[in-house]
């Protein structure tokens, strides 16, 4: 047995330096794996989290008459910070979705001069009831012989500017709550006074709606949108 392995102890070597080479390697790419999540996170605490939440104001009776934007900061801090919103009146049938822009849904907005947390805050005089008033126009009328049968729904689009520690300047969109990239939504925020001039909430009542929508359905096709419902 001795004499076996004095003649094989060249393999035994050879195995060993192989075991030890790959030991090497794992540890290597490991520590690798390591160092990348380290700096991924290094990464990421640099960065501002930006988020919007919808806050409803009720009245004595718990009826949620206002709808308030609050718009938060939950990572590193943000410099030249401000806040925009476009909301819109969407009337959609089983094929497009019409985006009609209104006024007054939101009248004032509250920066707060802040660099994290609560940045700002965005509010409207009875805005929600009104929009109720408006959903119950419409629930009970008759299916408009242009469009048929249509769902309304408000949309509000917000952008976010702000100034990163790094001196970068960072846009931000969202829909409502949710972030978004679409361009088309980018589009519409920035063309909101370009084409129609926006009805006043307190104005909008379910025909004038109607009639905005076909408008812009014939002269502003970059608010309409190839999908219904």
Do not use: C
Not at 101 to 111: A, D, K, L, N
């Amino acid at each position: 047995m001795k004499k076996w392995l004095n003649e094989n102890k060249v393999f035994f070597e050879i195995g060993s330096a192989l075991t030890f080479g790959i030991a090497s390697v794992i540890i290597a790419i490991s520590a690798n794996r390591v160092s990348q999540s380290q700096l991924e996170i290094a990464e990421i605490q640099l960065k501002p989290l930006i988020y919007i939440s919808e806050k409803y104001l009720n009245d004595e009776a718990g009826m949620a008459v206002e709808t308030i934007l609050e718009i938060n900061n939950a990572g590193a801090p943000v410099y030249e910070f401000s806040v925009d919103t476009r909301t819109f009146y969407t009337v959609s049938t089983n094929s497009e979705t019409i985006w009609v822009p209104v006024s007054g849904y939101y009248y004032g907005q509250f920066e707060l001069k802040a660099v994290d947390g609560k940045l700002a805050e965005v509010r409207g005089m009875n805005n929600n009831s009104v929009f109720a008033q408006l959903n119950l126009q419409h629930v009970h009328s008759k299916d408009d012989e242009n469009f048929g049968y249509t769902e309304l729904r408000r949309v509000t689009v917000t952008r976010v500017s702000y100034e990163t520690r790094r001196n970068e300047d960072i846009e931000e969109y969202f829909v409502g709550e949710d972030g978004s990239d679409d361009p088309w939504v980018k589009e519409a925020f920035l063309s909101f006074y370009d084409h129609n001039w926006p009805i006043d909430i307190n104005k909008a009542d379910w025909p004038a709606v109607v009639n905005a929508a076909l408008k812009i359905k014939k002269d502003t096709p970059i608010f309409v949108r190839n999908s219904g419902f």
